[in-house]
């Protein structure tokens, strides 16, 4: 039977926070939900619905649960404890999303956005839950905010038109290209995250009470939340603060835009793997994606991680596009490629030197990440398990075929 949700109050923003603490981050990352807590009192327009899957703080080692709640004026209502649920099962999402949607509804919210609290690995996925030995593959994260979207639209048609307004990934490295994709095709408008690692605890939860504020304005919106993210210091009383990220981005997840990325790409990769049949130009092409450093930016330490091979696209192509060595074609799809990622970019910063990271110089690594491997081990080094190049953009803008022509 469809029940209609009348609204009782209207507010601004109904931000979910989904945490996976089911690993070695649940500790660190309880800072999140403590956030959470101060913002809803501080500020009535924004109200929280909280799954969180820990064991930190509890008697009995191994005593894993799943709490659920919604959060305002700094309290918890409608909760509810139960053994840990899989946190890494995409059908546990989306009943996640479709829940907090139905929460919007009562709360007669503007807007709705996810926080995704967890280890991240990029096109390769995230939210780990060590007890399942799982990790959800980037797609199946995309596909269960869609499928929680629907699961809300057919139990209330009178609000089948709300979609998740924006993803925040509280987790490394997933400002990529094809994760904006993925969310796109999902109706998902806005994409908060890092193209780097972060450290723990990662993006604050204030972040919330600065979307509220701008819900009529992307563009500020965009600039305040990555102020907030990279204006935020954590430490200890008497040791040196660090902030929780190297680069942050927030990125406009237009399907206009996203298309037209996917054919200024497209037609690059094309062009420039036909041009890659001579060697001088194959020479090149290597030559200009080796100058622009991959993610996970301390290697001597992680001499194997798959995402040194994911590369800021826009260093990419302006890189290729300035190099006189190559056909005018070529340099011009490069030109026209950066563009069109430039154009998904509402706002970024970066560190010009990141300490927690041995001091790593982040100058270069503005918006999203693509995968941009030299050697054929660098490709999906991980497969099956994890792999970076099983997703719709990957396929759709030929980037295996330019890896391959390269590497």
């Not at 209609?4 to 649940?26: H, M």
């Not at 503007?110 to 990029?122: E, F, M, P």
């Not at 074609?329 to 998904?344: F, H, K």
């Amino acid at each position: 039977m469809q029940v209609t949700i009348a609204p009782k109050a209207e507010r601004t923003l109904e931000f979910g926070i989904y945490r996976d603490g089911d690993n070695n981050l649940d500790t660190s990352q309880t800072s999140v939900l403590t956030q959470a807590r101060d913002v809803s009192r501080a500020d009535d327009s924004v109200q929280f619905t909280v799954e969180n899957t820990t064991s930190a703080f509890r008697q009995a080692q191994g005593d894993t649960v799943t709490d659920t709640y919604t959060l305002d004026g700094g309290a918890k209502h409608e909760t509810n404890t139960r053994p840990a649920a899989d946190m890494a099962n995409p059908d546990n999402l989306a009943q996640f999303v479709a829940r907090t949607l139905d929460n919007a509804e009562k709360s007669g919210a503007k807007q709705t956005w996810i926080d995704l609290v967890d280890h991240g690995a990029g096109d390769g996925g995230g939210l780990e839950a060590d007890s399942y030995g799982g990790v959800m593959p980037m797609q199946s994260i995309a596909d269960a905010i869609a499928k929680g979207e629907a699961i809300h639209a057919k139990e209330h048609p009178e609000d089948a038109n709300r979609n998740v307004d924006g993803v925040v990934a509280n987790q490394c490295l997933m400002s990529t290209l094809g994760f904006a994709d993925a969310l796109s095709h999902a109706n998902v408008r806005f994409l908060a995250a890092s193209p780097e690692t972060m450290v723990s605890p990662g993006v604050p939860t204030t972040v919330a009470e600065t979307i509220a504020r701008n819900t009529s304005d992307a563009k500020a919106m965009a600039g305040a939340v990555v102020d907030t993210v990279m204006n935020t210091r954590y430490g200890a009383p008497g040791f040196e603060p660090f902030a929780p990220a190297a680069a942050f981005d927030v990125l406009d997840l237009s399907p206009a835009k996203l298309a037209t990325a996917e054919r200024a790409i497209k037609s690059f990769n094309d062009d420039a793997v036909s041009s890659a049949k001579d060697p001088d130009a194959r020479a090149a092409l290597r030559d200009d994606v080796r100058q622009v450093d991959g993610m996970v930016r301390f290697p001597e330490a992680t001499p194997d991680m798959p995402w040194h091979a994911d590369r800021p696209a826009m260093a990419v192509y302006n890189t290729i596009a300035n190099d006189t060595r190559l056909s005018d074609t070529v340099r011009s799809d490069a030109a026209e490629a950066s563009a069109a990622v430039r154009g998904l970019v509402l706002a970024h910063r970066e560190s010009a030197s990141f300490d927690p990271f041995g001091g790593s110089n982040y100058k270069d690594a503005a918006g999203p990440t693509i995968h941009d491997p030299l050697t054929r081990k660098q490709i999906d080094p991980w497969a099956p398990a994890v792999s970076e190049t099983k997703n719709r953009f990957y396929v759709a803008t030929d980037q295996d075929a330019f890896a391959r022509a390269i590497a």
